[in-house]
């Protein structure tokens, strides 16, 4: 058996926020975002027999990590220290299933919809720094009418330098079919994610029907294609207010040198206020929303920006040997000791939707703790506990065992604001409840954009709405967001 260890894990482990999401058929909330007996070998055995029972290895790595690092383990009976007391009697329970994937499942906690595996790590690392196949083109889809199985498509946003930027598609277009195949339940996941290239037919929305207009859009994924998170940043003049404007799209630590750019640029403009997009960010990086608070404000240096709560084994381990592990705090320097431009902002105003998620609202609930946030549109994701990404290391130096390529991604924690506030998995509730119009949704950044507008109306103090028009019809949204992109996830973190 390898030795349970608290230090022995990794250099860096991966914290993802991962939280419950809106129920699918939630009334309240039409967002749907969307995961013969063998002889027995010792999982650390050196035999030409180890092919045939790797499994054995990969469930003896997924055990012990789950019993070490899994924040629901003293609720789930298989998890108990005692499990392992016997060599014997562990390595049966190891061939329990020869699917690790199964036995993985097998050990999670009867409310854990968030943890998964991944049998190729590198899968996961791509995500994480917002890598993927992708064509540029973010969308969702409604149903055409309540309780038909047929859909149409619209698009929320074109990822600069992308495939689809190079396209004739813009944000509020409208598409009914993929290859002249008509949208539906059943069909939408393989015709928009199971083609490397595909054809949107347009359409029309008139007299209460969509109608096909003609158009079409070809459009190819670029593989490993590299997601910008900053898409709109912009100062916005009116009156005596210089109202900064930021769409962040992803909290990607790839990309902190240009957020930090931003708002060095924010700062020397001496703005006024700043609406931060965040409606359809699905979270990233600790350090980075860190950073970002810490832009936003600057006067709370050194301050507990959000606390960490762990299983008992880890909150006991951390509070004796490295209590600071349990906080983050606000700075003015980034772990590779460049500056952070600060705004010294007492008021925020943050633009959500469903998609915002993780670290997109510990931001929310973090800053919340400090200065006022006026949260504008519609409830978050609701994503308040976390993940680490594990691999299985051979050793303390951090090498990964050269026989499979198993990460998983447990949930380990839950993340408190300063207040200790952390019960948010329904969602955190805007102070100004406004639903994306699929037929109003407006250009990103421009003042008549609806929930920028609200924005600019309460900073100004306007009575006067920009106009918008209002869609009256019940329509169910879903958005076809992978629910593992609700991250939050956290650097160099490392136990030795």
Not at 268 to 284: A, M
Request: proline letters at 3%; hydrophobic letters at 35%.
């Amino acid at each position: 058996m390898k030795t349970k260890n608290i230090l022995k894990l990794f250099f860096f482990v991966i914290i993802f926020l991962s939280l419950k999401s809106c129920n699918k058929n939630d009334p309240d909330d039409n967002i749907i975002n969307f995961v013969p007996d063998t002889t027995i070998v010792s999982p650390e055995a050196d035999s030409e027999s180890i092919d045939n029972t790797l499994y054995l290895e990969i469930n003896d790595f997924i055990w012990e990590n789950l019993n070490q690092y899994y924040y629901w383990q003293n609720d789930v009976a298989n998890l108990s220290d005692a499990k392992s007391n016997d060599a014997s009697t562990y390595l049966e329970f190891l061939k329990t299933y020869s699917d690790s994937e199964k036995f993985f499942e097998s050990l999670k906690y009867k409310d854990d919809r968030w943890s998964w595996i991944e049998k190729d790590y590198k899968t996961l690392e791509n995500q994480l720094s917002g890598i993927s196949s992708s064509n540029g083109m973010d969308f969702g889809l409604s149903y055409v009418c309540s309780g038909c199985p047929e859909l149409i498509g619209f698009v929320y946003y074109i990822e600069p330098k992308s495939n689809a930027s190079e396209q004739d598609i813009k944000r509020g277009d409208i598409f009914y079919a993929v290859n002249d195949t008509p949208l539906t339940v059943d069909n939408w996941i393989e015709l928009l994610n199971g083609n490397i290239s595909y054809t949107l037919n347009m359409a029309d929305y008139e007299n209460s029907t969509f109608k096909s207009n003609g158009k079409s859009v070809e459009l190819t994924k670029i593989e490993d294609f590299q997601e910008n998170p900053i898409h709109t940043n912009k100062i916005i003049e009116i009156q005596d207010k210089k109202i900064a404007y930021l769409l962040y799209n992803g909290f990607l630590s790839s990309f902190e040198d240009p957020l930090i750019s931003v708002f060095d640029d924010f700062k020397s403009n001496n703005v006024t206020d700043l609406v931060l997009d965040l409606r359809y960010n699905p979270g990233g990086s600790v350090n980075n929303s860190t950073y970002l608070a810490s832009m936003i404000t600057g006067q709370f240096k050194g301050e507990v920006f959000t606390k960490e709560i762990w299983n008992s084994k880890l909150t006991t381990y951390f509070e004796s040997e490295a209590p600071d592990r349990l906080v983050n705090l606000f700075t003015d320097k980034t772990f590779s000791g460049n500056n952070l431009p600060a705004l010294n902002l007492e008021k925020i105003y943050i633009l959500t939707s469903g998609r915002s998620a993780s670290a997109s609202e510990l931001v929310i609930n973090g800053l919340s703790s400090h200065i006022d946030v006026v949260h504008i549109g519609y409830k978050t994701a609701g994503k308040n506990v976390g993940s680490v990404t594990l691999y299985d290391y051979i050793d303390n130096d951090g090498t990964k065992n050269p026989k499979h390529d198993y990460a998983m991604q447990p949930i380990v924690l839950k993340m408190a604001n300063k207040d200790g506030f952390s019960d948010y998995s329904d969602g955190l509730i805007p102070d100004i409840e406004i639903k994306e119009d699929i037929f109003n949704l407006g250009v990103l950044g421009e003042i008549n954009e609806p929930l920028l507008a609200e924005a600019i109306s309460k900073i100004t103090g306007s009575s006067k709405k920009y106009p918008k028009k209002i869609f009256n019809e019940s329509r169910n949204v879903i958005n076809p967001e992978n629910e593992s992109k609700m991250r939050m996830f956290k650097e160099d973190f490392n136990l030795k």
